[in-house]
């Protein structure tokens, strides 16, 4: 399976998503025109991994800025991770945010509040 | 509580605030991206970074919304579409103002009207609940936003939004929304 790899633009994020080793990243400002169609990417490749690699995943957010409709995103690409776990799959996902950045800390709590995922959050 | 604004004088600065831009236009997802980085340059000498995010967010989110939801639409020629407004950054001694008008439909108006009054009625849990709640519910096919918009820009400002509806001369389906947020710059 091939890497997913996006250079940020200065309304998305950089995208590194590594399928030898399992390690996802996504990081910087998303306020895209479109967040759906941007992240329907990400998702199938989510997706893919999860159907033909079966390995453990780490999925790291490290995200200064994000709109509403990529948070409606994040919730959803978070959903599938979800049911990978409940399926027994291993996953982690982290939350990096600035250490003084209350507001993005606070925005990570409520997107993990209603989910059976592991996680943390580490301050940068 | 509906605050009543009053569509010509409401983009002119009054009491010694001053315009730190003024737009009326297309709103392209590019020129929001130029316009947000005047915001963040602006705010950046005044406000903590917390406030300037703040202020960026509500900007990032009013301007989206022209941008999908204005009933006035500027027809690409490859067939794109893009919302018509104006946009109004006011800086006063104390707080930031955003001003925005664009146009709705009739739907859309009592649709957004009924929204606005419930959100502006409700606590800071009752929006963080809202918010959560919304935020799971499918998205209906086709729309690019997730009509948390409104929730966040009244969770971020900390204050209930003014807005009103203007009827349009000679156009009985269509009125002007105009709303209204401000964000002091040492708000918590």
């Known amino acids: 399976m091939k890497d997913l790899i996006l250079e940020a633009t200065k309304y998305t994020p950089k995208v590194e998503f590594l399928a030898d080793s399992g390690v996802l990243k996504i990081s910087g400002s998303s306020y895209p025109e479109n967040s759906v169609e941007f992240y329907q990417t990400l998702i199938d490749w989510i997706n893919e991994y999860i159907e033909t690699q079966k390995k453990p995943m780490e999925f790291s957010f490290e995200i200064t800025y994000f709109n509403t409709s990529t948070s409606k995103c994040f919730l959803i690409l978070l959903e599938i991770l979800e049911n990978f776990h409940k399926d027994g799959g291993k996953v982690k996902v982290n939350w990096i945010y600035q250490e003084d950045d209350d507001d993005i800390l606070e925005s990570g709590e409520e997107l993990f509040i209603e989910l059976d995922l592991p996680h943390e959050y580490i301050a940068s | 509580m509906e605050n009543k604004l009053h569509l010509n004088s409401v983009f002119y600065p009054v ?91 009739k739907k859309q108006k009592e649709l957004l009207s009924e929204k606005c009054r419930l959100i502006n009625k409700m606590t800071k849990d009752e929006l963080k609940q809202l918010y959560v709640i919304r935020r799971r519910l499918k998205t209906e096919e086709g729309s690019k936003g997730a009509g948390l918009g409104l929730i966040d820009i009244v969770r971020k400002t900390n204050a209930p939004m003014e807005f009103d509806f203007i009827p349009l001369e000679n156009d009985e389906n269509n009125h002007y929304f105009l709303l209204k947020v401000s964000i002091g710059q040492n708000q918590n």
Request: hydrophobic fraction near 40%; aromatic fraction near 10%.
């Open chain 2, 15 to 105: 009491n010694g605030s001053e315009v730190v831009f003024a737009f009326n236009g297309v709103l392209s997802q590019d020129l929001i991206v130029s316009l947000g980085e005047t915001v963040r340059g602006e705010l950046s000498y005044h406000c903590s970074q917390q406030i300037v995010n703040r202020i960026f967010a509500v900007f990032i989110e009013i301007t989206q919304n022209i941008l999908h939801y204005s009933a006035e639409k500027f027809k690409n020629e490859d067939g794109s579409e893009f919302g018509v407004g104006n946009i109004v950054l006011l800086k006063s001694k104390n707080n930031y103002e955003i001003i925005s008008k664009n146009m709705v439909g």
